[in-house]
């Protein structure tokens, strides 16, 4: 019996020493799926559907950093963050894979081996997608900054919500009403699927859209389905 407890409180420890390494795993992992979500939307629509190609996606970098800056210094942030995100991300992605260096030492007309000229022929013949995978990771960056400065008005409204649902809770009790279990998962569901699914809009869409015409109706909608979520909770408090 010792040992077996012994097992399971070790099991217990290395479960909560390793809960970190598995989210920032996790993390990671999104981040590089959502990464080659928005190099594959920004390679179709440069090449396939817009005429002006790379300059309209130049052009919705612009125009994104200027909201951002602009939402960043009305919220009282700093507008550094906002470039050093974006900043931080495209050397993350190209900076330290070392391609950012490539490309300027292959735009010198210095004398190359053999196997750089065959990496420079390779590299200047994808060059254009590359060109807008770098464009897209700035994006990329400039949207995530934007996304965690609407984060404070979704946490904020969840909360809000939450203790009132709580609040109607205990009036139903006390007047002997029930609670509904399906009711509570499904409302826990939807909020998951709201908040991943205008993440995921803000982020990989192919146009130029104030944030907020996402954040705010998604945060109205958490708040109405956190509402029902926490007043149909069915275990005691």
């Keep these: 019996m010792a040992s077996r407890n012994a097992?399971?409180?070790?099991?217990?420890?290395?479960?909560?020493?390793?809960?970190p390494l598995k989210i920032a795993f996790m993390l990671i992992l999104g981040l590089v799926g959502?990464?080659?979500?928005?190099?594959?939307?920004?390679?179709?629509?440069v090449f396939k559907v817009w005429p002006e190609g790379v300059d309209r996606l130049k052009d919705i970098l612009a125009v994104d950093l200027a909201r951002t800056l602009e939402l960043a210094e009305w919220q009282g942030g700093v507008q550094s963050v906002v470039t050093g995100t974006a900043n931080f991300l495209y050397g993350l992605v190209f900076g330290v894979t070392g391609i950012h260096d490539m490309g300027l030492r292959f735009a010198e007309s210095a004398s190359l081996s053999i196997p750089d000229t065959i990496v420079r022929n390779t590299y200047l013949a994808n060059i254009e997608a590359i060109e807008v995978a770098m464009i897209g990771?700035?994006?990329?960056?400039?949207?995530?900054?934007t996304l965690a400065m609407m984060a404070p008005l979704l946490v904020l409204v969840y909360l809000?919500?939450?203790?009132?649902?709580?609040?109607?809770?205990a009036i139903r009790r006390a007047c002997g009403g029930r609670e509904s279990a399906s009711l509570y998962h499904r409302a826990k569901h939807l909020q998951v699927m709201l908040v991943v699914m205008g993440g995921a809009?803000?982020?990989?869409?192919?146009?130029?859209?104030d944030p907020r015409l996402v954040g705010v109706p998604v945060?109205?909608?958490?708040?109405?389905?956190?509402?029902?979520?926490?007043?149909?909770?069915?275990?005691h408090l």
Excluded: M, N
């Excluded at 097992?7 to 809960?19: I, M, P, S, T």
């Excluded at 990771?137 to 949207?143: A, D, E, S």
């Excluded at 809000?160 to 809770?169: E, F, I, K, N, S």
């Design 34 to 45: 959502i990464l080659a979500v928005a190099w594959i939307v920004d390679w179709i629509f």
């Design 160 to 169: 809000v919500a939450a203790v009132d649902g709580l609040t109607q809770r």
């Design 7 to 19: 097992a399971f409180h070790e099991g217990v420890f290395a479960g909560a020493l390793l809960a």
């Design 137 to 145: 990771t700035q994006l990329l960056g400039v949207r995530l900054a």
């Design 219 to 235: 945060a109205l909608l958490v708040g109405i389905l956190a509402r029902l979520q926490w007043a149909c909770y069915k275990k």
């Design 201 to 209: 809009l803000v982020l990989i869409q192919p146009v130029s859209i």
